[in-house]
């Protein structure tokens, strides 16, 4: 199972950029997937999860209200639409899926990570 992330990039605060996530080897109908991130010289955080359906969704307190997930199965693809962004959100951007049928925003229950994709928001 391979991901691969794009959409990252530099963008002013108040910006918006959409972060695209292609699975292969594996369809995602029937997996949640999500979106985590992490700063330079931090750890890796939790922003999003999806379940299969897309019917469900959980997101970081920091970012709820400010970024969407979603997904197409026939796309095997899932995105993660981000508006009014702040420095703060600066980091390295993951999508990941597990193994197993699992729904949960904790990363070390993910088995599959994508490369990731910079995002740089700029003040």
């Known amino acids: 199972v391979q991901l691969q992330a794009s959409g990252g990039g530099l963008v002013q605060a108040g910006g918006s950029l959409r972060l695209f996530c292609v699975v292969s080897?594996?369809?995602?109908?029937?997996?949640?997937m999500g979106w985590f991130r992490q700063a330079p010289g931090k750890e890796r955080d939790f922003v999003a999860v999806?379940?299969?359906?897309?019917?469900?969704?959980d997101y970081a307190d920091s970012v709820k209200g400010r970024f969407t997930i979603s997904r197409d199965n026939a796309k095997n693809t899932v995105y993660l639409q981000m508006n009014s962004l702040k420095p703060e959100d600066t980091a390295v951007y993951y999508c990941?899926?597990?193994?197993?049928?699992?729904?949960?925003?904790?990363?070390?229950?993910?088995?599959?990570w994508g490369q990731g994709t910079l995002v740089t928001v700029s003040s």
């Open positions: 990941a899926t597990p193994r197993s049928r699992v729904y949960s925003l904790r990363p070390h229950e993910y088995d599959y």
């Open positions: 080897g594996r369809t995602t109908d029937g997996y949640g």
């Open positions: 999806i379940n299969s359906s897309g019917r469900t969704t």
